[in-house]
């Protein structure tokens, strides 16, 4: 495949744009070269600029559940769009998708819309702390929650990749309030909370890590999180901006059973246009502006064009539960390939799987935590990545990110995959 117009394009946008992107996991900087300028996608397929189709496994980071450009949220979006882009008042649209949300996730009475991921958790956080009266938050190391301050301490995602888990600019004033745990490490939590007895606020966490490749929750460790919330009368939240409406209807409340108190939403909710949720028990959300005292506010929030793609995105898996199943089947399905490929290849891997997001690792010790994410060879994943692209596979230009399956992969699309996978690993040590 040739990618010279897409190099060429690259090199102008650099001229104007910090690195040619407006978000760095975009740039192919761990793994080398020059990113792919996209040009339209449909299904499970990318077309770019030099007029290559690339097979998707990034899905926009995940909001593409349906596949791309799927029709039912295309014309919700054209039709909507006729009516008027932004009003800056309310529309009877935010409360349709409102109550629908609510239906779908347990242990959530109301819900607010806002933009992104990172507003989502970062009002999350305002609203722990507003709420319980205390400063300190506690957070995961290899966990990602968007690129507010509070949460540029040890993060996952771009901040990994590019070697700066503690970003500049974040005072100390702030990082002093950000605790630092280890996933999958209750121990981590118990002491740090022995430390700053009556201090945290809340405990934030992906309750399926998904910004260190993807790593679930080792058994009990929610549970255990939940009891620790609950003795020390501290707010659990989950970051569900990845997961949630995706590895169930009901995200991971549902999946394993547990109940936060604040949920964050973002990507799948939005249909693949710019919106982040963030939800709980009336208690709590009655906390924020203007029925409480924590302020929080948004001139596009709630955007017509932006709930309507959300709407007709949340209706379908309402309607078509059995998605996740069906997806679950693929990703299996994708996971035994890889790994009958790599092991024939004797690569040293470890796999990471749950429902839709899976992640392959050069290891041969567990993943389970961003120290072991961590350990696993760069080399091979970067000769991995170009070795799939040459063959039409486009993966995240990271080992530190999952893979999303979308509901529009055919089993052929897998078989051509792992075929892929057969002949990339053929250059691998
Ligand atoms: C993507 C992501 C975010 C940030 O969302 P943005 O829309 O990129 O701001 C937060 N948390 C998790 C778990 C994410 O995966």
Redesign the pocket.
């Given at each position: 495949m040739i990618y010279q117009r897409s190099s060429a394009l690259f090199a102008e946008a650099k001229k104007v744009i910090p690195g040619g992107v407006n978000?760095p996991v975009r740039a192919f900087k761990a793994v080398g070269g020059d990113p792919i300028f996209v040009e339209r996608a449909k299904g499970a397929y990318l077309y770019d600029a030099d007029g290559n189709k690339l097979i998707d496994y990034i899905n926009s980071?995940?909001p593409m559940i349906l596949g791309h450009a799927h029709e039912p949220v295309v014309n919700a979006v054209i039709e909507k769009a006729k009516l008027g882009t932004s009003f800056g008042m309310p529309t009877e649209i935010e409360t349709e998708i409102a109550e629908l949300a609510i239906q779908m996730v347990p242990n959530i009475d109301k819900i607010r819309f806002v933009n992104?991921?990172?507003?989502?958790?970062m009002s999350a956080v305002r609203l722990a702390r507003g709420f319980t009266g205390r400063d300190k938050i506690i957070k995961f190391a290899g966990?990602?929650?968007?690129?507010s301050d509070s949460f540029l301490i040890q993060a996952g995602?771009g901040a990994v990749t590019f070697g700066t888990p503690n970003s500049p600019g974040v005072t100390q004033g702030t990082a002093k309030d950000t605790l630092l745990a280890k996933y999958n490490d209750i121990e981590s939590v118990e002491r740090l909370l022995q430390e700053n007895e009556g201090e945290v606020a809340c405990i934030i966490l992906?309750p399926v890590?998904?910004?260190m490749g993807c790593i679930p929750p080792a058994d009990g460790f929610l549970q255990q999180l939940r009891a620790l919330c609950d003795s020390h009368e501290i707010l659990l939240i989950f970051?569900?901006?990845?997961?949630g409406f995706r590895l169930a209807k009901g995200g991971c409340q549902e999946l394993f059973g547990i109940r936060a108190d604040i949920v964050?939403f973002?990507?799948v909710i939005g249909g693949g246009l710019?919106v982040?949720a963030f939800a709980a028990r009336n208690e709590i959300m009655d906390y924020l502006a203007p029925l409480g005292p924590v302020y929080q506010a948004g001139t596009l929030s709630g955007n017509p064009l932006a709930m309507a793609a959300g709407l007709a995105m949340l209706r379908e898996l309402n309607d078509r539960s059995e998605i996740f199943s069906s997806l679950q089947e693929k990703t299996a399905y994708l996971h035994k390939g890889i790994s009958r490929e790599l092991s024939r290849a004797s690569i040293a891997h470890t796999i990471n799987r749950l429902g839709s997001m899976i992640s392959v690792h050069f290891s041969d010790m567990p993943v389970a935590d961003f120290d072991s994410a961590a350990a696993a060879s760069n080399e091979n994943f970067n000769r991995f990545f170009h070795g799939l692209l040459k063959e039409g596979i486009y993966i995240a230009p990271s080992a530190f990110e999952t893979w999303f399956l979308c509901d529009a992969l055919s089993y052929d699309d897998l078989d051509m995959t792992i075929k892929a996978v057969g002949t990339a690993a053929t250059k691998l040590k």
């Open positions: 978000s980071w995940g992104s991921g990172t507003e989502a958790c966990c990602y929650h968007g690129h995602s992906e890590a998904g910004n970051d569900e901006v990845m997961t964050t973002g990507k710019p982040g």
